[in-house]
């Protein structure tokens, strides 16, 4: 995988005007790119970047010191379309976003620069509008009819046609360096001299502050009731904004775009083959799903070594000849139908859309372009990633010796000998361990990472990462694209090139425990922390935790290095406001839904965690769209549940098998019965299990680094699950609460905002492990990791321990009931005294003598105490009577625990009976931890 360069950045907040500024972070254009696209909704405040650095602490022009994006205002009327344009003619890669004010129908100005206006031009008609096109420079069609609507002893309010405002954000093919000039004023002044060459280039009126080396930006935000935001990002080349000349304005300019855009097209084709992804700015990697396996394919790795080879003319010659239009023009420029003409306003074959070999091309590799102004720009990996996913073209046709003439084979040779099976093995899997880790090994298996679709309905279908088992066969193609293979030919007396032999591939997956290759412990779609702290945001596989970072688009997730307690206490907020309309019943409840987006983005990295359950008197009161909300965070999808089955070990099964698929989120949906059993937890505190899987008969060993949650009406957690869940509770305390409205909806806006609400997440743990985890809770058994740090950081921000939700949990746990219920049964009814088993079921059974009557009838007897036998059926019930085998069982189990004040105690053995003591603690009854 390529490096990818990196920008440096300043990010705090203007609210403070005392905070020093030396939040420095450095993102890939991609992450800008996810960034500057989401626009959370509310007033403009909060967060801001700056792109300059600084020496010092201080935001001041006089301290800066680096710049190396640049950032323009566009507030006086151009649309999205426009900016867009002017910028494809220029052939840059920049981002555009609509700001706060985006169609605003107001403007505020000073009374004094009103007054002084109108003092100079007259009170006319029109000086409303002469005024905002002379003081703001809005275009005329934005200004006209302008009038004055308010007016007061400081300001006036003019009211005009809806004004579209947008930041347009550029990366620098150089960066501005403050030491490159004689002084800091020179060095301001330069810059500021580049800002207005770049601005006269594109034809743009803009806001003049921009100009200041120390300017900050608001993140995207936008009001409640604004329009949807606009925004786009453009593929293209970095700006080289210090070769700017001033004739250039008059070339950007509106009148003299047509002559900018033919230039550019002119360049079309160097400009489509010039960087790893076809532009000349390195965006990242670009990978594509097989269509038919899954497998994903690293497009940007395969054109740093084989675009300058791919001859795709004659590929899809040989795939789908349907596709080409007949057309050949200059002699290598073969048209096609476009495979992104969905895009276009009017789809069909146009003869727009053309091809060129790279054999023939004149830039590095093959062409693939399109004129339509929504494809001109358009980089030839992402047409020819739907070149694969329309099954156009393979996977296989990319890597075909035929399709890359000239193109040196870098596979390995493997030759098949007669008793060199061994040799060979060891040939195989070196050849393995070259590939960028084509395969893994996950309990006893080779998987490798894959995707699986999944329709929705009115919508486009999802692709989840999933972990899929490599058998036999899907082995062989992977070897056979790991080395080149050859078998000896008799006949010929040549070696002749052959697939890798069913036989090695059988041979290599029987091999388990002496496998080298790496270990897959899951598949993100998001930045996370490790276990130490650091943040692992690179994608791809990360050897120091086994996982593969493979990032969803548009949740490019910034986090900074060294977040403060204040950002993580921001970083709260923003999640605090996406579950504030929940019915919670308490404090702890709400942290246990804190807790449990939080959980979800570090489970990889914690040895355990405690399942998050979720409760409420009624359905309808929102248990589901909490899993929801943090599945959505986590993986990019409402959470894909499993019923509890009719029994413990149908659930084991059930969670065997999600276990082996790698899902990040397991979610137990309505639970009717109790929610219980050793497997499930085991699951919760062990860091491997064995799992029995649906369908098959070995139990393979797998990682237990899933998210568990469970639901359900009442929901009812037995025995020792009462220790390894926190259990939050919701009371909507309305009869149907299915029919409440609200003015949000939360899972929407988790979906829009997905990618701030994971920084946001990352950010409050990651601020608390820089903080040296302050005030750390008492560790939880069994789940330390996990108290330390996520339950820590919560109560650090102030809020409720999500550990008291325990209690209740165990207050409503059956088996806890039962036990109390024995336990005061058999203090009051037997005391201290030693019994057996059979002295206890006497005892609970024993009949009250009836009444003599005066009439002869059918005696009635009664238990002498009732309570108690109920209570002993309860527990070693069987058709109606007390099993002597059952209570036996039930006795040996609680021995030793303490409740109430109150212990079963093994006693001496007589006759070869065990007895049985109660004993009570010193000092009365009093409740003792279980």
């Not at 640049?70 to 920049?94: C, N, Q, V, Y």
């Not at 609507?149 to 403050?178: D, G, S």
């Not at 990352?762 to 820089?770: Q, S």
């Amino acid at each position: 995988m390529r490096t990818r360069r990196e920008f440096r950045l300043t990010f705090g907040t203007a609210d403070d005007q005392t905070a020093p500024w030396t939040d420095i972070r450095s993102l890939t254009w991609s992450d800008i790119c996810g960034l500057l696209t989401r626009h959370q909704i509310g007033p403009k405040k909060g967060t801001c970047i700056v792109p300059a650095c600084f020496r010092g602490k201080r935001r001041k022009k006089v301290d800066a010191d680096r710049i190396e994006i640049a950032m323009l205002d566009s507030d006086a009327g151009a649309t999205l379309d426009e900016i867009a344009a002017a910028l494809r003619a220029l052939g840059w890669a920049a981002i555009i976003s609509s700001t706060h004010s985006h169609l605003s129908i107001h403007t505020t100005a000073k009374r004094l620069n009103w007054d002084r206006f109108k003092q100079a031009h007259g009170d006319t008609p029109d000086l409303a509008q002469a005024f905002l096109q002379a003081e703001r420079s809005y275009l005329p069609g934005i200004a006209v009819g302008a009038r004055l609507i308010t007016e007061t002893e400081n300001e006036v309010v003019l009211e005009h046609q809806p004004c579209p405002k947008f930041r347009v954000t550029i990366p620098l093919l150089h960066p501005w360096v403050a030491g490159s000039y004689p002084d800091q004023n020179t060095a301001n002044a330069a810059w500021a001299n580049a800002i207005a060459a770049l601005a006269h280039a594109l034809g743009l009126r803009y806001d003049e502050a921009c100009k200041d080396t120390s300017r900050l930006f608001y993140l995207p935000r936008r009001p409640a009731d604004a329009p949807p935001p606009e925004t786009m990002v453009l593929d293209g080349a970095a700006c080289d904004i210090f070769s700017l000349p001033a004739s250039l304005a008059a070339v950007g300019s509106p009148r003299n775009r047509t002559h900018t855009a033919r230039a550019a097209d002119q360049k079309a084709q160097h400009r489509t083959c010039t960087g790893p992804l076809g532009f000349g700015f390195d965006f990242g990697h670009l990978e594509v799903s097989d269509p038919e396996t899954g497998e994903l394919f690293n497009l940007t790795t395969w054109a740093s070594s084989s675009a300058a080879h791919f001859q795709i003319v004659d590929a899809l010659k040989e795939r789908r000849p349907d596709i080409l239009l007949g057309k050949v023009a200059d002699g290598t420029k073969h048209h096609i139908r476009c495979p992104n003409e969905e895009a276009h306003t009017q789809a069909g074959a146009d003869h727009a859309t053309f091809l060129v070999n790279a054999s023939e091309s004149t830039s590095s590799g093959f062409v693939i372009h399109c004129r339509h102004a929504h494809c001109t720009d358009r980089d030839r990996l992402l047409f020819l990633k739907q070149m694969i996913e329309q099954r156009w073209l393979t996977i296989e046709d990319l890597q075909n010796p035929v399709f890359l003439p000239g193109q040196p084979d870098p596979l390995p040779l493997i030759r098949i000998k007669g008793g060199a099976l061994p040799e060979v093995i060891q040939q195989v899997e070196d050849a393995l361990l070259a590939e960028p880790f084509r395969i893994y090994q996950r309990g006893g298996e080779l998987v490798r990472p894959g995707r699986a679709s999944t329709p929705l309905k009115n919508a486009a279908s999802h692709s989840t990462p999933r972990i899929v088992p490599v058998e036999a066969h899907a082995l062989v193609e992977v070897m056979s694209q790991a080395a080149r293979w050859e078998r000896f030919d008799g006949r010929t007396k040549e070696w002749t090139r052959i697939d890798a032999p069913l036989t090695v591939a059988r041979t290599y997956l029987e091999r388990r425990g002496l496998w080298r290759l790496p270990a897959l412990a899951g598949v993100i779609t998001v930045p996370t922390l490790r276990a130490d702290g650091s943040i692992l945001q690179e994608p791809g596989y990360d050897k120091a935790t086994g996982l593969i970072l493979e990032r969803d688009q548009g949740a490019c997730a910034s986090i900074p290095d060294q977040p403060s307690r204040a950002d993580a206490s921001a970083a709260l907020a923003l999640l605090s406001q996406l579950v504030e309309t929940f019915p919670f019943v308490d404090g702890a409840s709400r942290s246990v839904a804190l807790s449990a987006i939080l959980t979800s983005l570090i489970r990889r990295g914690l040895p355990t965690a405690p399942l998050h359950a979720f409760s409420a008197p009624v359905p309808g009161s929102g248990k589901s769209m909490l899993v929801d909300l943090t599945s959505v965070i986590t993986t990019g999808r409402s959470a894909a549940v499993i019923a509890q089955g009719q029994g413990e070990e149908e659930l084991q099964k059930r969670l065997g098998a999600l276990l082996l698929a790698g899902d990040q989120v397991i979610a137990i949906d309505n639970c009717e019965a109790p929610l219980g059993g050793e497997f499930l937890c085991a699951l919760l505190t062990q860091p491997v299990v064995r799992a029995r899987i649906l369908g098959r008969s070995e139990a393979p060993e797998l990682p237990t680094s899933a998210f568990i949650t469970a639901t359900g009406n009442n929901l009812v957690l037995l025995g020792d699950m009462t220790r390894r869940a926190l259990f939050c509770q919701l009371d909507p305390q309305v009869e149907r609460p299915e029919l409440r409205e609200f003015t949000s909806n939360p899972l929407r806006q988790a979906e829009q905002d997905r990618a701030a609400l994971v920084s946001a997440g990352l950010t409050i743990l990651r601020a608390y492990h820089v903080a040296g985890y302050p005030d750390a809770p008492t560790p939880l058994g069994s789940f330390e990791a996990w108290s330390r740090w996520v339950r820590g950081s919560l109560i650090w921000l102030g809020e409720a321990d999500p550990v008291q939700t325990m209690e209740t949990a165990r207050e409503t746990d059956p088996r806890l009931d039962a036990l109390s219920s024995i336990l005061a049964q058999w203090h009051a009814i037997i005391g201290g005294t030693a019994v057996s088993v059979r002295d206890l079921i006497e005892k609970a059974t024993q009949m009250n003598t009836p009444p003599e009557q005066a009439f002869p009838r059918t005696p009635r007897y009664e238990f002498r105490h009732p309570d108690f036998r109920e209570a002993l059926l309860v527990v070693a019930g069987d058709s109606g009577v007390i099993s002597s085998r059952r209570l036996g069982k039930w006795l040996a189990a609680q021995a030793g625990r303490w409740l109430n004040g109150l212990c079963i105690q093994r006693g001496t053995v007589v006759s070869g009976n065990q007895r049985w003591t109660l004993t009570q603690q010193n000092g009365g009854e009093h409740a003792r931890a279980a």
